[in-house]
């Protein structure tokens, strides 16, 4: 079974600072990775993902994210946040094999960006 | 419509009320999810269908009962629930086999139990 740990609840920062939310999972087969975004009241959608190819990842939005087999993090980075990037963030897992398919959640990020 | 279309946004009821979500998916999608969200907690997976036919049922309580009648639409019928069943039910469809499968969601029902 596969599992996700994002290692901070909660990550206030100011604008235009940079910012490093991290994601740690566990697996015993290869997997998929997905960042996704959750704005105040809406559903989830879906930031950017890792499945095959270049470790390194970019959203259309700035953010960008690097997969380390070696480490096991999908870590997301910004180099200079907006207020409009206040919301909850979610790393999750999709190994492959047997759970082909069924995505595993870590717990969130909420990013507060202060003026 | 386009994405994944959710009903109702929120939903107040009582514990012998019995009320159904629903979902539509505009994708073209051969997959549905439903997921619930509660306060503190990760997303669970409740309940997967796969080209109309459950596949995962992830020790769902009976009081929670899905329909998937074709591949666009997913419905959720809720029957004496609990308090604690109060949460954001979140909805989501992908393309099961294809390179990129890839989970998009719906904007969830907020339900409340009283």
């Known amino acids: 079974a596969q599992s996700v740990t994002q290692l901070d609840s909660q990550v206030p920062v100011f604008e235009e600072a940079p910012v490093e939310l991290r994601c740690n999972y566990s697996s015993s087969v290869s997997v998929y990775l997905f960042w996704y975004v959750q704005y105040p009241n809406q559903g989830l959608q879906l930031l950017l993902k890792y499945l095959s190819g270049s470790t390194l990842v970019e959203s259309i939005n700035g953010f960008e994210a690097e997969f380390n087999k070696s480490q096991t993090s999908f870590h997301l980075r910004k180099p200079s946040v907006h207020i409009s990037d206040t919301a909850e963030y979610f790393c999750a897992v999709m190994a492959g094999g047997t759970s082909y398919g069924k995505l595993t959640f870590g717990q969130g990020t909420i990013l507060t960006v202060h003026p | 419509e386009t994405g994944v279309t959710q009903t109702p946004r929120h939903l107040v009821m009582g514990m012998t009320n019995k009320k159904s979500l629903k979902c539509e998916q505009h994708l073209g999608h051969n997959a549905m999810y439903w997921y619930k969200q509660s306060a503190k907690k990760p997303l669970e997976l409740m309940f997967v269908y796969n080209f109309k036919e459950q596949t995962e049922n992830n020790s769902v309580p009976s009081r929670f009962s899905p329909e998937c009648p074709n591949s666009s639409h997913l419905f959720l019928h809720l029957h004496t629930l609990q308090p604690e069943d109060s949460a954001l039910y979140l909805c989501?469809?992908?393309?099961?086999?294809?390179?990129?499968?890839?989970?998009?969601f719906g904007p969830g029902t907020r339900l409340t139990v009283l």
């Open positions: 989501a469809s992908s393309d099961r086999g294809s390179s990129t499968d890839t989970q998009y």
